[in-house]
């Protein structure tokens, strides 16, 4: 039975794990086209059938929904052997680089924890990108884990070489050229700029400052192409270095006039609508349109959801934070590039800043860069190191990002467990401090049945925390209601029930909310008891458990009500 496509998997799994296909009529969609096939599951038993990709995905969903409840097995494993409390809330982003792209090395950061996995453009070939990328699909298919693929574009940003292969050294007092001429390999005392226009705006007695902080120069002269300037900080110019430009203490800002999304970003943005990614992380966003083009766009092209997330690493994007926050599904605190066009010392500040406004306008956010910088070299991170992680923790961030640690490190792997053993401390900590309940939230609904979702939600983790139950389950079609619950921070962990499989993988960028993917009914009351009976069959859950149960569905038969309830139940 071949349908369409090149890419050969094969369904026997599905017909001999156990499930009754027996007497269905499976429905394989494949683009907008939807092919039925009737087939007898006794006939296929154990023969290859050989479907399309598109096709494949479709069945994975269909395959979890029989009997299976479509959770991460890591998780599986941490809830039977640590117990609902045990389970990790922050989640664990992991940049993929040549040093963990093997299929074992990939199922190693897996087993240790990673939830996402982020692809960052500007680096290697797009052959390389999708090669990795599959893997992990593979990986998620053939040994039940659930990592969510992340592309990151690369942005137009303005950068400099000095054209040698390693750092060079600016000596208090040296004079450098910052030309636009283009020339091969490197000349003495001479950087390249990528892109015209860099110098102007640009007057003499400006400081030109390198990564941040690397060295700093005076702009001494305008010549052509270029400025002449004099090292006043020393340090090191790596290749690729970004600039700042800065004039009485503050930023002279030059990022408005170049493209948020370049063509080179937006063939990554097919990239990742063909390779089917979950997330796309957008650079140097500097406000809300940016996003709500790539949003529109993606919705246009592709049926499969795709979550954007803004970066915040540019002093615009800062300055139009709340516009940006609330068009994005969620937002990257990219202290990386941050550093560069604010000053340092400002950083710690910025991040809590976002951080609350993102819990207030319910949006998932991930601190990333830096995090365990020194682990890219040695084994153990610095104190100062886990006391930034903590910290993130302590504010309560949905996920941290490795990026050196794991793209290039030399211990990736050891790095996770750091986030993951600092984390899980860290969590414990603000719990016995009983921390939880800090936020006072902002009201977000518009509409009665918006405003009524929400306060089911905030209602039922104070009663979550103040019961003492052991979690919440939720029903959720877009994840909307997992992350309202997500959002007060609950002390038990949130166990949100999908249908729908670009949900779960969104999900997995939410704090304390563990997806699973199972099939759900219109029959609200039918879908608690039928996954608190299969959660009970695999040991998840057992008698004397409490759960809080939330569920908000609108039943599609035409009936206007809107179903919304809270329940508690202890498992008999
Ligand atoms: N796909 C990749 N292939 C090769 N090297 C990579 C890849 N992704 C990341 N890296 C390396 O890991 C480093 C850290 O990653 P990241 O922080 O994402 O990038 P950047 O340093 O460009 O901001 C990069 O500088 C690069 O050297
Ligand atoms: C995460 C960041 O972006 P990138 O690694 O793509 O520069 C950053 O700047 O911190
Ligand atoms: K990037
Ligand atoms: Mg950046």
Not at 185 to 198: D, I, K, L, W
Not at 276 to 299: E, G, H, P, T, W
Request: hydrophobic letters at 40%.
């Amino acid at each position: 039975m071949a349908v369409t496509g090149d890419s050969a998997v094969f369904c026997r799994r599905i017909i001999t794990n156990g499930s009754d296909v027996s007497s269905k009529n499976w429905v394989f969609r494949v683009s907008a086209n939807p092919l039925r096939f009737g087939f007898n599951a006794e006939k296929l038993k154990g023969s290859k059938v050989k479907i399309g990709v598109r096709a494949a995905v479709e069945l994975g969903v269909s395959k979890s929904l029989e009997g299976s409840l479509g959770l991460d097995v890591v998780i599986e494993g941490e809830l039977r052997e640590k117990g609902f409390l045990g389970l990790r809330k922050t989640k664990l982003v992991c940049t993929i680089g040549p040093a963990c792209c093997s299929f074992e090395d990939l199922e190693r950061l897996a087993l240790a924890g990673m939830n996402v996995a982020r692809f960052n453009m500007c680096h290697n070939t797009r052959e390389w990108h999708r090669d990795v990328i599959r893997r992990i699909k593979r990986l998620n298919e053939e040994k039940g884990f659930c990592v969510s693929v992340m592309i990151d574009t690369e942005g137009s940003q303005h950068v400099i070489d000095h054209g040698a292969p390693s750092s060079v050294k600016a000596e208090d007092g040296s004079i450098w050229l910052f030309t636009t001429e283009k020339f091969e390999g490197s000349r003495p005392f001479t950087v390249q700029a990528n892109y015209e226009g860099f110098s102007e705006g640009i007057v003499v007695g400006d400081e030109l400052v390198i990564d941040g902080g690397m060295a700093s120069f005076e702009v001494i002269e305008k010549i052509e192409n270029g400025l002449r300037c004099k090292c006043i900080d020393p340090g090191l110019l790596l290749p690729r270095a970004k600039l700042s430009f800065w004039r009485n203490g503050k930023l002279v800002e030059k990022n408005q006039d170049l493209p948020t999304l370049s063509t080179k970003d937006w063939s990554d943005i097919e990239f990742g609508i063909s390779e089917r990614v979950d997330f796309i992380a957008m650079s140097f966003v500097n406000d809300a349109d940016a996003i709500k083009q790539l949003k529109n766009y993606l919705s246009a092209k592709t049926p499969k959801p795709i979550r954007v997330l803004a970066k915040i690493e540019s002093l615009e994007s800062l300055h139009k934070l709340e516009e940006i926050v609330e068009v994005s599904d969620g937002i990257m605190v990219a202290r990386g590039d941050l550093g560069v066009e604010i000053p340092l010392e400002q950083i710690p500040a910025v991040q809590q800043k976002i951080t609350h406004v993102c819990r207030q306008l319910n949006k998932p956010v991930i601190v990333a860069s830096q995090l365990l910088e020194s682990m890219i070299e040695y084994p153990t991170p610095t104190r100062a190191e886990v006391a930034d992680v903590s910290e993130a923790v302590r504010q309560y961030a949905d996920a941290l990002m490795l990026s050196g640690e794991s793209a290039i490190g030399s211990y990736g792997q050891k790095a996770l467990s750091v986030l993951r053993m600092t984390s899980s401390r860290m969590e414990l900590w603000s719990r016995e401090e009983n921390q939880q309940n800090g936020l006072q939230q902002r009201q977000l609904g518009q509409s009665l049945p918006d405003v009524i979702a929400e306060q089911i939600c905030n209602c039922s983790v104070e009663m979550a925390n103040n019961l003492g139950v052991d979690a919440i389950f939720v029903y959720t079609k877009h994840g909307h209601m997992a992350s309202l619950l997500s959002r007060n921070r609950p002390c038990p962990p949130v166990f949100a029930f999908t249908n729908d499989d670009s949900t779960r993988m969104a999900m997995n960028l939410q704090w304390g909310v563990m997806p699973f993917l199972v099939d759900l009914s219109d029959d609200m009351e039918a879908n608690i008891s039928k996954t608190i009976d299969l959660m009970k069959t695999k040991g998840m859950v057992k008698e004397g458990d409490a759960v809080l149960v939330v569920s908000d569905a609108i039943p599609s038969c035409g009936n206007p009500n809107v179903f919304q309830s809270i329940q508690v139940k202890t498992i008999v």
